[in-house]
């Protein structure tokens, strides 16, 4: 039995009934397209990272360098958008330079940030896999019990006299590195985490504290550049995989909205962000389809993170320097000589 000339089989009277509908529904202003792409691909979602129970500072999220996420970017001091929008009936690409995201992560610097020992929780570098391991106690105990088998005050002088250490010297030359989206204390070395690991083990069970002199490097977010960012855009996260890409491309286009990306700095794998800009109503509809379908928006993330405050790390030794302050002042105004 041959079909008859002139008739479409079923499955392409389906899809040609299926575009001309989206075609209406989007004329009257209804991704249609869009939001049978994002209910049939669950896959294009990203989700935001969380701190992980690991001491790897490797898998803390780089928002501190959005800067250098994108190969797309043009100039090597700024941060650009790379863009799309409707003009002369198809979709053009554009360029997009961002001053918010430029300014979104704030650095400050302390020369020589008095701590102890025990605030750090991991490391930047080892020979171990930081990544596999919950706390440094762990990661000692696993690889290194040669180096703490002296529970001693000996023992631990002779961790913290290794010459890869290079946090305990009069010009340090690793540092450490706290960031506000993470919360937790990170010291990034060239060498020595095993023995640095062994000593907090040590001065841990023995009760003796290990003063840290160093620099710190604190990255935060900055709110200011978070409410003019979200003034502009809504932005969300998902995968830069080939064919999900040429998909959610397609129904962009099909719809006429304008978007721009750009990419996700690691430890995010094959992800960006898109932009959608808050200016123009097509892109606003597409907002409300990625968030009815689930999307992560990285625009509140940030306003949360920035809202925050300093991590209780960093508070905790503010406290307490600050009351030791206090405590020498009231010690020198009771030694002053009275009128």
């Keep these: 039995m041959t079909k008859q000339q002139g008739h479409l089989p079923l499955s392409d009277m389906s899809s040609f009934i299926q575009t001309l509908g989206d075609h209406v ?6 991704p249609a397209r869009l939001r049978r792409f994002l209910g049939d691909r669950p896959d294009f979602k990203v989700d935001l ?9 490797g898998r803390v999220p780089r928002w501190h360098h959005l800067t250098s996420a994108s190969a797309q970017r043009r100039r090597a001091d700024r941060v650009e958008l790379m863009g799309w929008r409707m003009q002369g009936g198809q979709m053009s690409s554009f360029i997009q330079y961002d001053a918010a995201l430029d300014n979104l992560v704030r650095r400050t610097t302390v020369h020589a940030w008095s701590c102890d020992l025990q605030d750090v929780h991991g490391f930047a570098h080892s020979k171990s896999d930081l990544e596999k391991f919950r706390s440094t106690d762990e990661m000692v105990k696993a690889n290194s ?20 250490i290079r946090l305990l010297r009069e010009r340090p030359t690793d540092w450490l590195q706290v960031h506000q989206w993470d919360g937790r204390m990170f010291v990034v070395n060239d ?20 003063p840290l002199r160093a620099p710190l490097h604190y ?13 502009d855009y809504d932005i969300y996260l998902v995968k830069d995989e080939p064919e999900l890409a040429n998909a959610f491309f397609d129904a962009m286009q099909s719809y006429g909205a304008t978007w721009l990306w750009h990419d996700l700095p690691q430890p995010y794998e094959k992800a960006r962000a898109v932009f959608l800009p808050r200016a123009e109503d097509r892109s606003m509809r597409v907002s409300q389809a990625f968030r009815e379908a689930g999307f992560a928006e990285l ?23 600050c ?11 009771s030694d002053a000589p009275r009128a």
Aim: charged share 25%; no cysteine; aromatic share 2%.
């Design 25 to 30: 529904r989007e004329s009257l202003g209804n």
């Design 49 to 57: 990272l969380a701190p992980e129970d690991n001491i790897d500072m």
């Design 145 to 164: 019990q040669e180096m703490i088998g002296d529970v001693s005050i000996s023992g631990l002088r002779k961790n913290l006299a290794h010459d890869e």
């Design 191 to 210: 060498g020595g985490s095993h023995h640095l690991a062994a000593a907090k083990y040590i001065a841990g069970r023995i009760g003796a504290p290990v």
């Design 219 to 231: 990255y935060s977010i900055d709110p200011n550049a978070v409410a003019l960012l979200r003034g």
């Design 299 to 321: 625009g509140q993330h940030l306003e949360d993170v920035a809202r925050s405050g300093m991590p209780e790390v960093l508070q905790r030794r503010l406290h307490s320097q």
């Design 323 to 333: 009351q030791a302050e206090q405590d020498e002042e009231t010690e020198a105004d």
